[in-house]
């Protein structure tokens, strides 16, 4: 599996913009960059997904490097709910649900009020 | 959609005995189910992969003697901590992916406690 790094930790301002950076160095050209989060005692959530270029949705936007060797999500007005730990993974593109991906220790996001 | 239905929510049992956790995917076909540990204040650790109607595949160092896992339905996998002792206590957490809307979904974990 394509390994990925993130910042230990990272510490935003409610409301204010927080961009989370991930490094994926090894990626494959079929290898869709995930981003979930985990609050304490709960089983990750979905964030976002990507491939190659931008993407947005209601939660985030994921901003994808031209190489694809990394990527950031972006909290636009960072909440205190958003205070979490966000966990980007790699998952190659196959047509079943089958394909593990591999957890790093992901970057614990303190939001301030 | 995508909804992954994990229970119990917390167990706690005496060493020696054995516990099951289930996993259900309510409203998609899961033919591949991941199940993950997590000790405090660290990241899920994968220790295998569930595959419906044949063996799970695990993780090096994962025993699979001790954490059985059945995959009998398309929508249903089962993990059981045979003879549990305190160091098995953890939180597992189930996973599956399904192909609409093309992610992971997990359930939410159960917290397991060996007294």
């Known amino acids: 599996d394509a390994k990925t790094t993130q910042p230990n930790s990272m510490e935003s301002n409610e409301e204010e913009p927080v961009h989370l950076p991930c490094n994926h160095s090894t990626i494959s050209g079929t290898d869709y960059i995930h981003w979930y989060r985990q609050l304490p005692s709960q089983g990750p959530e979905y964030v976002i997904h990507g491939l190659t270029s931008n993407v947005n949705n209601r939660m985030a936007s994921l901003a994808i490097a031209e190489d694809r060797k990394s990527s950031t999500l972006i909290l636009h007005r960072a909440t205190l709910r958003d205070a979490a730990v966000y966990y980007c993974i790699l998952r190659r593109a196959l047509n079943t649900n089958a394909g593990k991906s591999t957890f790093g220790d992901g970057t614990t996001l303190t939001v301030k009020p | 959609g995508a909804v992954v239905s994990q229970h119990p929510s917390r167990v706690i049992c005496k060493s020696g005995t054995s516990v099951k956790i289930e996993c259900r995917s309510l409203d998609f076909q899961a033919t591949t189910m991941f199940w993950y540990r997590q000790f405090p204040k660290q990241s899920l650790m994968l220790m295998a992969t569930s595959n419906e109607g044949s063996k799970a595949t695990y993780e090096q160092g994962v025993e699979k003697d001790k954490f059985l896992i059945n995959h009998a339905s398309l929508t249903l996998s089962t993990l059981t901590v045979t003879s549990a002792h305190p160091e098995d206590s953890s939180f597992y957490i189930c996973?599956?992916?399904?192909?609409?809307?093309?992610?992971?979904?997990f359930g939410s974990g159960t917290r397991l406690t060996v007294v």
């Open positions: 996973s599956a992916f399904a192909q609409v809307p093309f992610h992971y979904t």
